[in-house]
C-alpha cells in the first residue's frame, strides 16, 4: 500500500492500551476507537464532583505516577501538556479490631523505640517491624543475586517470614499496588514484588523517596487531550464480538454489523482478546490463553469508618485490618484529598475491597475493576509474549504484556498497558515499513 494512503485501523479498546496505539498510529492510519463502555480511559476512570462552582476530578483507579518507572506514560504527558502533582506520599497500617495503628513516622524508628511504644498493648508488632526491615534487606540481595525466581508464598516460606508479618505488613502493601485479592497475593512472583520496592522504596505506594504525581484535575485529563490529539471516530457503548483476521484485511463485528480494516490492535484483557479472535495464530493463543482475571470492587465515598480512627494518623495511603465471619480482611482506604493533593470542604475516600458496607448516603460512585493475576506463568509467557504480533493484522497488547524497556517484570501497570500499546503500533509501523 502506498506511504500516502492512510490506512484503516480499528482499536478495540479504550483503556491505557488502545489509546497509546491510536496516538501512536495517528498520523499513518484513520483509526476507529470500539469501547464496550460508556466512556473511554480504562482503570483512567475521575468522577468529577462540583463543590461552590469548582470541579474536583476524583481518580477511582488509576492515580499515581513517576518518571523513572513510568517513563513513556510521562514522556506522553510532556508531549501533550498534561499537568502533573506532586504527591505528597506517606501510609499508615491500622486494625480496626485491635487499635494497632503504625505507618511511614513509626518504621523509620529503632527498635527500642518501637518496644517501647507497642510491646505492651500490641506484642506482635515488634517481630513485624524487624521482619519488615529483614524483608527489605534481604529481599534485595536475593533479587539482584536470582535468588528470587520463586512465588511470593514460597520466598516467604523460604525465609521463615511469621503469618503477622504477611498479614498486617506485606500483604496490604502488595494488595493496593496490584489491585489483586489478598488471596492472590502469594502466588505473585517474589521477584516482581521485590523489584517493586527495590525500584521504589520500602514505602511502595505511599514511599516519600520517589517522585510519586497525579494528574492535575484527574486521569481524566490526560484522556481527553490523548483523544484531542489522535482524533479518532470513538464509538462508546459499542462492543466487538468478534475480530476475524484474513489474508487482506480484518472484519471487526459489533452489533452495529461487520466492518472491514486494513488492521486491528486489540487493547483488551487476554481472555476477552481470546474469546473475540477468529482462528488466532499460535504466537496469539500463547499470549492470551490461560491469563487469569481478578476482580475489585472500588467505592468512591465520604465515610471516614474505615479510615484509622485517629484522624491525625490519616495519610495518603491508609491499609486496613478487620475480621469478618472469622476471617481476616484487608482493604486500603486512598484519601484523595490527600492524595491528589487538593482542598475540598468534604473528605474524599476510595476504598479497595470494603469488609463490609459503607454508608449508603456517602457513596458517590462504584466499580468493579479487572486486573491480571500477575503468577510465575504469566511472568515467564514474557519471553516470548510479543512474538504474538509479528506478521499478523490484528496486533495484542493490554497490561498482561511487560514494558520491553522496563523488563518482564513491569506487568500489570497503567505503564505496562501504555507501552504495549505503543509497542504494538510500533510493530504495525515497522512491517508497513
Request: charged residues 25%; glycine residues 8%; hydrophobic residues 40%.
Amino acid at each position: 500500500m502506498p506511504e500516502h494512503t492512510p490506512l484503516n485501523v480499528a482499536v478495540i479498546g479504550a483503556g491505557p492500551a488502545g489509546l497509546s496505539a491510536a496516538y501512536h498510529l495517528r498520523d499513518r492510519a484513520r483509526i476507529t476507537i470500539f469501547e464496550r463502555e460508556h466512556r473511554p480511559g480504562g482503570h483512567a476512570n475521575t468522577v468529577e464532583v462540583e463543590e461552590n462552582g469548582r470541579t474536583i476530578g476524583l481518580d477511582t483507579a488509576f492515580i499515581v505516577c513517576n518518571r523513572r518507572y513510568y517513563p513513556q506514560l510521562t514522556a506522553f504527558f510532556d508531549e501533550l501538556g498534561v499537568e502533573t502533582v506532586a504527591h505528597p506520599g506517606g501510609f499508615t497500617f491500622f486494625d480496626l479490631d485491635s487499635g494497632l495503628e503504625f505507618g511511614t513516622e513509626e518504621l523509620e524508628w529503632d527498635e527500642s523505640a518501637i518496644e517501647e511504644r507497642y510491646a505492651a498493648d500490641h506484642p506482635t508488632f515488634p517481630t513485624v517491624w524487624r521482619e519488615a526491615r529483614r524483608f527489605h534487606q534481604e529481599s534485595r540481595r536475593d533479587f539482584v543475586r536470582g535468588r528470587a525466581n520463586m512465588s511470593l508464598g514460597a520466598y516467604l516460606d523460604q525465609g521463615g517470614y511469621s503469618q503477622e508479618f504477611r498479614h498486617s505488613f506485606l500483604i496490604m502493601l502488595c494488595s493496593a499496588v496490584w489491585s489483586v485479592p489478598a488471596e492472590l497475593i502469594w502466588e505473585m512472583p517474589a521477584a516482581t514484588v521485590i523489584a517493586f520496592f527495590v525500584g521504589h522504596d520500602e514505602g511502595g505506594l505511599g514511599g516519600q523517596r520517589v517522585d510519586w504525581r497525579t494528574v492535575g484535575g484527574g486521569s481524566i485529563s490526560y484522556v481527553r487531550k490523548a483523544l484531542a490529539a489522535t482524533g479518532p471516530d470513538l464509538r462508546v457503548s459499542a462492543p466487538a464480538v468478534a475480530v476475524r483476521q484474513e489474508q487482506d484485511h480484518v472484519a471487526v463485528t459489533t452489533a452495529s454489523g461487520t466492518e472491514r480494516f486494513d488492521y486491528a490492535v486489540l487493547a483488551t484483557h487476554a481472555d476477552e482478546a481470546l474469546a473475540l479472535l477468529h482462528k488466532p495464530t499460535d504466537a496469539q493463543r500463547a499470549a492470551v490463553e490461560g491469563v487469569r482475571y481478578s476482580s475489585s470492587r472500588v467505592v468512591l465515598h465520604t465515610d471516614p469508618s474505615l479510615m484509622p480512627t485517629d484522624r491525625d494518623s490519616w495519610m495518603s495511603w491508609n491499609y486496613g485490618k478487620r475480621q469478618v465471619d472469622g476471617e481476616t480482611r484487608c482493604f486500603v482506604t486512598y484519601d484523595l484529598n490527600q492524595l491528589q493533593d487538593f482542598t475540598a470542604e468534604r473528605d474524599y475516600f476510595v476504598t479497595l475491597d470494603p469488609p463490609g458496607p459503607v454508608d449508603a448516603a456517602s457513596v458517590l460512585a462504584e466499580f468493579d475493576y479487572t486486573h491480571p493475576v500477575i503468577d510465575m506463568a504469566l511472568r515467564e509467557r514474557q519471553s516470548v509474549i510479543y512474538d504474538a504480533n509479528e506478521g499478523t493484522r490484528v496486533k495484542l497488547c493490554g497490561s498482561y504484556f511487560h514494558s520491553k524497556q522496563l523488563g518482564p517484570d513491569q506487568i500489570g501497570s497503567h505503564e505496562a498497558a501504555f507501552a504495549a500499546g505503543a509497542e504494538a503500533a510500533a510493530q504495525l509501523l515497522r512491517e508497513l515499513g
